[in-house]
């Protein structure tokens, strides 16, 4: 077995070695990628722990994987696509906490220099959406969100209870995460 020898060696020089389980090799390809590959998480996310755990993930992989790996283009460009695509995964299944909806209203399009067009655009998006729920399910979902009254006082004030507007803002979202996760994942690709 070749072992690792140098930070001299290059990305597919160690992705070799690791390949032929050099647990040295693995380390040095972590050292040098952890930090960039954190970054681009977080531009995406916006939540320190969520993307160290996406970048912890992808490096797991590998490791678990490194008889099978391939790497056909840039060792950085594979592990950036792989981040890519756990973030988007990470999205899709619901772990984007329900602040971004919150966020997403206060954004102030005058702050976005040149990218004004965009955020009205994604705005008017969010709206139509929500306009394509059910009545009852866009009254709770606006209530939630614009007004921002808990589920208890929606319950109130509808005279329905609390699991029906649990329910009603679990469809809401449902329906606006595809959408919107198919949009974040262009976003990130550009």
Known sequence: MITYRSADDTDERLMELI?????????????RHWKFLFTAAFNTLKVREDSLDICQAVFIWLWEHRKEVNVRTNVQVYLWTSVKYKIANFIRNGKVRDSFFDELKQLNPSSF?????????????????????PEKCQTVFKLSRNEQLSHKEIAERLSISEKT???????????????L??????FMLF
Not at 19 to 31: C, H, I, K, S, T
Not at 181 to 186: F, G, I, T
């Open 19 to 31: 390949g032929q389980n050099d647990r040295m090799a693995f380390n040095e390809l972590y050292n």
């Open 113 to 133: 220099q040149g990218n004004e067009l965009e955020v009205k655009e994604l705005r008017m998006l969010i709206e139509q959406l929500i306009g394509e729920l």
């Open 165 to 179: 507007v649990d329910d009603h803002i679990t469809r809401a979202l449902k329906k606006l995460r595809g959408p």
């Open 181 to 186: 996760n198919r949009l974040a994942v262009l």
